[in-house]
């Protein structure tokens, strides 16, 4: 297969705009009130109650938080038949020293950057033949 025909099967990425924080509470926290639109993802685990939301609605009960990231989606949906596309993204940002952050949904993989990284991911993403639209 050559260069361009790899390439051309790599999902497309969206950036979304809004800042988004990563917020720990307390594992046996009630959930906190939630935002009616935009972007959440709440999980729990015996350890922790983990909320990723805009900056904005950050809850003040939250333990731990961690501003300044920024997200970008692969364009959806994904086959659950497709493998690697996480480990060849993230490879490619490790390679170019970039933390990420990641959600998968039904639907799709979200990958959350720091905000001050986005244009080095928009870059070494692009230089292994990721699009954005």
């Known amino acids: ?47 922790e109650l983990s909320l990723v939301l805009e900056e904005a609605h950050v809850p003040p009960e939250a333990e731990a938080v961690e501003p300044g990231w920024h997200r970008f989606a692969l364009v959806g949906p994904l086959d659950f038949s497709l493998v690697g596309v996480l480990s060849h993204l993230s490879g490619a940002l490790a390679e170019a020293g970039i933390n990420l952050f990641v959600i998968s949904t039904y639907d799709t993989d979200i990958v959350l950057v720091r905000s001050v990284d986005r244009q080095r991911t928009t870059a070494a993403l692009e230089a292994v033949g990721y699009r954005f639209v």
């Open 1 to 47: 297969m050559s260069d361009e025909t790899a390439r051309a099967k790599l999902p497309r990425l969206r950036w979304h705009a809004e800042p988004l924080a990563v917020v720990r509470l307390p594992p046996a926290a009630a959930v906190p009130a939630l935002p009616a639109s935009g972007f959440f993802s709440l999980t729990r685990t015996a350890d």
